[in-house]
């Protein structure tokens, strides 16, 4: 498989070889936490996780370090917590939370480290220092600037010619630089901001400029040189420019990084996004407002349409790209949630990867996996093949019916307590071993709770000898709708009465869960919820005993299932479950307010009682844990 990127410096498609096989190494441009992200801040972050991805899956997760930094001191951030009349630590961390949960629903990866500018002040000045000494910078009224002359090939990345880049720099002609080019390292603090001490003999406290924060934290994570450095088209000129003149000077290199890596400029409805025209809209508001096309948008929705154009191109953002690429992607979604095999189609998943090969060219990706979402005449190998892009695109999947049953019976065994080792660690596989889970993913993980319940059952303490006849099946394949080794003569009826597990619906598994862990919510219905499960697994017990003869005290394990539902609640539930909703309420209030600091207080206080809470499209739903 080989891999090939446009880099921005050289102006040519190259072939990636990295410095170190063993440890690939990106870094790209974060965010600025001074506010909610925008929809243009959205495209890098799903760029590079896409080619985060990638590079995992060429080189193996555990050799590839991706650092993407906070900036978490600069001028907006000042401005704008003035304006708020909140502290700046307030703010980046309010900000920082929202952006992490913002970029968590388009379904990007957390990067493997993600450094804030704050944590290495001792790095920064540790460069300018370096600078200063070599020649390359000076100290001018308490600033620092880097004297741009002093790199004779300066620019090389944007290709500008001097009077071009003078006007782009948009920085202040002072009279103490000694060229309008010249860039600020460090600069004095204005009472109120952030400062630290100085370096370079200043002695005025004062804070880092933008350029010198990103070079300092690559330094510190990647080493003097690394393997690629991303960002928007916007920082070529003069951010980027400014990191290789730092970088390179410091530590006299003939490069910062190997790849320069762009994505392009977004657009809004044939418009340049800006506050002035109304169209400017976040992350945040599309997923939750109906601001953009009257209605609220999936995080995935956005991710792929996002997906549909090239990374370096222009995209224009439309409502009706958002309709088209989420009535594409559900098409998907739905001929990829009646897989029932693990295997895929070669050829075409070959032809997928050859494209993102290419350049992330995620528009040829999509067009192969078109070629086979056909939900009349598709195969099962095409199904998961079309499961398994979108798992590499980063989209978020529906589970198929028996990896929802799974999950369910995971869950239900996790509240009992009796296989919480199993289900978070190991589970036995065919051969009676102990396989490790720890690095599958969620359904594969959820599959194999099934597997678990063996292990449950013989927790009971009703004895194991039926253990012992039923060690060579796997209660996976009771579950399982594939064709697979089953009891002998089970028959259509025993079938179809395992698939009524997967019609549950969330409320009801909820109903029995609540039981499960002896807390009595969701009253009305509860018991006719846990009557289906009863009337489903009566049926499949007797239908097991009667055609296979080997596993006859399983309506022993279902009579001890059910004495365990039907327990009685505690007495002290009812003020507990008071106590809870009351702090629930609480907590809900507080982020309403943007009182984050109220709303962590409580979720602590919440946490001691052993209390989960999941805040869901629909509210918020509590879990009491074992």
Known sequence: MELKLYDTLTREKRVFTPLDRSRVRVYVCGPTVYDFAHIGNARPVIVFDVLFRLLRHIYGPDHVTYVRNVTDVDDKINARAAERGVSI?????????????????????????????????????????????????YVAEDNILFHVP?????????????????????VEVAP???DPQDFILWKPSKPGEPAWPSPAGVKTPGRPGWHIECSAMSWKHLGETFDIHGGGIDLVFPHHENEIAQSRCAFHTPVMANYWMHNGFLQ???EKMSKSLGNFVTIHELRNSKKFGGRKWKGRTIRFAMLQSHYSQPIDWTVRLLEQAEARLEKWLRFAAERTVRRSNKQIVEKFYNALCDDLNTPGALSVIDEIVNEERGSDEDRYTVYLALKRLGVKTNKTRIAKT???????????????????????????????????DQEDKE??????????????EIGDEWLQKFSGFQLSELFSLDRVRRPERQGDKWIEWTKELGHFSSNEWLNILSTAVRRPVFSSGKLKAETKLFIVLGRIANQWTRESSGFATYPIIFAELKRRILSETSP???????????????????????????????????????????????????????
């Open 89 to 137: 630590r307030d703010l980046t961390e309010e900000t920082y939370r929202d952006f992490k949960a913002d970029v968590a629903a388009l379904g990007c990866l957390p990067p493997t480290i993600e450094p804030r500018a704050t944590e290495h002040i001792d790095e920064m000045k540790t460069l300018i220092e370096r600078l200063v000494k070599s020649g390359h910078a």
């Open 150 to 170: 002093s790199m004779k090939d300066y620019g090389k990345l944007s290709n500008r010619p001097l009077d071009e880049m003078i006007a782009g720099a948009r």
């Open 176 to 178: 103490y630089k000694k």
């Open 268 to 270: 809004v409805e044939g």
């Open 406 to 440: 799974a999950e369910h019976f995971g869950k239900l065994l996790f509240f009992y307590g009796k296989a919480s080792d199993s289900l978070r660690q190991h589970v036995p596989n065919t051969r009676g071993d102990a396989l490790d889970i720890s690095d599958l």
């Open 447 to 460: 599959v194999l709770c099934l597997e678990a319940l063996r292990e449950y059952w013989n927790k009971l």
């Open 572 to 626: 002290a539930e009812t003020t507990f479950e008071a106590k809870v909703r009351q702090l629930i309420a609480a907590r809900a209030e507080a982020r309403e307010r943007k009182n984050y600091a109220e709303s962590d207080r409580i979720r602590d206080e919440l946490a001691k009682m052993n209390v989960f809470v999941k805040d869901t499209k629909d509210g918020q739903t509590w879990e009491r844990l074992p």
